[in-house]
Nanobody
Framework: QVQFVESGGGLVQPGGSLRLSCAAS????????MGWYRQVPGKQREWVAR???????YYRDSVKGRFTISRDNAKKTMYLQMNNLKPEDTAAYYC????????WGQGTQVTVSS
């Protein structure tokens, strides 16, 4: 079973930046489309961004132009650079395979507040 460990969250003021990391176990990280998701208590988890095995990227409309997803297959790690953060970005952020989802990790909390 593949495991994911998210890190890099924290408390930041509106307009600030954070870089999240997602470290994956297993040997086939490079062949899967990976995604970032977020969840606010009481709401469903929502998709934020995804990156294909060849580097094609897609974003939900609310984060386009502010977030950048990337991956380093040699390190089996995915990243999410988040700029110009807004209070509505506050959530627990998770990573997973997009089309063959695995067990969810613990996530990393992002709080955007002044």
């Amino acid at each position: 079973q593949v495991q994911f460990v998210e890190s890099g969250g924290g408390l930041v003021q509106p307009g600030g930046s954070l870089r999240l990391s997602c470290a994956a176990s297993g040997s086939d990280f490079s062949i899967h489309t990976m995604g970032w998701y977020r969840q606010v208590p009481g709401k469903q988890r929502e998709w934020v961004a995804r990156i294909s095995e060849v580097g094609d990227t897609y974003y939900r409309d609310s984060v386009k132009g502010r977030f950048t997803i990337s991956r380093d297959n040699a390190k089996k790690t995915m990243y999410l650079q988040m700029n110009n953060l807004k209070p509505e970005d506050t959530a627990a952020y998770y990573c997973n395979r997009v089309f063959v989802s695995q067990s969810w990790g613990q996530g990393t909390q992002v709080t955007v507040s002044s």
